[in-house]
């Protein structure tokens, strides 16, 4: 059952808190700066470019068209497993890259394997890091110190 992020949780399992709270401060940061917020994922995605938020453009040229003003967001899917210690399993990482949406076009959908030592995907789930990138899906690995520097 999915739940809220929230500063006074009721989880008992330590990984469970730790998310809980990762979340929150994610959520924290979005809501004091979205600016800070998208550099944050961005730093945590290997530098890849996700726009966090609409983009507002003036006199774009759209096939025969051109609209006087375009507000526009991307869509974007950021997931994460985070684990207390090296502890990710291929069922699950399979699991969560089949439940992760499609990209089509231009959209952003990356699976964060957080834990405290940055691992290798690629080489360590090689089929479903595969898998993944089939469907346009990117398996990024980082750490909580790294999470940490890039808020």
Known sequence: MAREISLFNTYH?????????????LKLL????????????????????VEVGPVFRQQTHIASSVPDLTIEQK???????????????????????????????????????????EIKPEERFTEEAE??????????STTFQKLLESI
């Open 30 to 49: 979005y809501e004091e700066d979205a600016i800070a917020f998208r550099k944050a994922v961005n730093i945590l995605l290997n530098d890849s470019w």
């Open 131 to 140: 898998q993944a990138a089939k469907r346009g899906i990117q398996v990024v």
């Open 75 to 117: 869509r974007f899917t950021v997931r994460f497993e985070i684990k207390l210690s090296d502890w990710f399993t291929r069922p699950q990482i399979s699991a969560h890259v089949n439940g992760m949406p499609d990209v089509v076009e231009d959209d952003i959908s990356v699976l964060v394997l957080l834990s405290p030592e």
């Open 13 to 25: 399992q330590k990984e469970n808190r730790v998310t809980n709270y990762i979340g929150l401060m």
